[in-house]
């Protein structure tokens, strides 16, 4: 079955630090990779998104992701965090049609930045 | 637009009451999703539709069902509900346009449900 794998459960940083979040999916077709955040009490917004092409996905807010086929990883990276960023972090992929391409999440990672 | 909108906000149910969580899209998408999301779990699929008057069962089904009457409603029923249904409850839609969509997905501002 497809699964998502986010390796850390809660991070916290300081200001001006960078940021990798891991994440590992379990899917040996053509998949769709998403990064979603949500914000304290608020829903899930799209940070970024890869279908194909450049491997180096840019999304907003300063954030970018790297597909790695052969790893099966979609990392999420920013060089530097602000306390804004303070949030969940949820990684996911498209399910296959079946399951009307509705998406598989991580169990997310949760992030606190400190001045 | 309005985009994704949920109704309500807010619930509180005692255990064996029933309700309807309305969801609502005003992009003319073709998709909609009932997910829910619970502390360390990340967000699990209940219920799904891939068009008008068609649903299908997602991940975590059980104590719940769903309607696509029109369109733009998705509706999520418990019939009789149960402490562990306490979660929050987002609902999502996505554009279909061909077998290569990108089925990316908007969210609502989620449902919080309680049940004591």
């Known amino acids: 079955a497809q699964s998502v794998s986010q390796h850390n459960h809660h991070v916290i940083l300081s200001e001006a630090a960078s940021l990798e979040l891991g994440c590992n999916y379990s899917?040996?077709?053509?998949?769709?990779l998403f990064w979603y955040v949500q914000y304290p009490g608020q829903h899930l917004q799209l940070l970024l998104k890869?279908?194909?092409?450049?491997?180096l996905v840019k999304g907003i807010k300063g954030f970018e992701a790297e597909f790695i086929k052969s790893k099966f990883s979609f990392n999420l990276r920013k060089p530097s965090v602000q306390w804004s960023d303070t949030a969940e972090y949820f990684c996911a992929v498209n399910a296959p049609v079946n399951s009307g391409y509705a998406l598989n999440f991580g169990k997310g990672t949760s992030l606190l930045v400190t001045p | 637009n309005a985009g994704v909108t949920q109704t309500p906000k807010f619930r509180v149910l005692k255990t064996g009451q029933s309700m309807t969580l309305l969801c609502a899209q005003d992009?003319?998408?073709?998709?909609m999703y009932w997910y829910r999301q619970d502390p360390g779990m990340g967000l699990r699929l209940i219920h799904y539709s891939v068009g008008e008057g068609t649903t299908a069962k997602g991940e975590v089904p059980d104590g719940y069902n769903v309607s696509r009457l029109k369109k733009q409603n998705f509706l999520l029923g418990l019939e009789s509900a149960a402490p562990s249904q306490t979660s929050v409850y987002f609902c999502?839609?996505?554009?279909?346009?061909?077998?290569?969509?990108?089925?990316?997905?908007?969210f609502g501002p989620g449902t919080r449900l309680t049940v004591t």
């Open positions: 890869y279908f194909s092409g450049d491997p």
């Open positions: 899917y040996g077709g053509t998949v769709n």
């Open positions: 992009m003319n998408h073709e998709y």
């Open positions: 999502a839609s996505s554009l279909f346009t061909g077998p290569i969509s990108i089925y990316e997905q908007y």
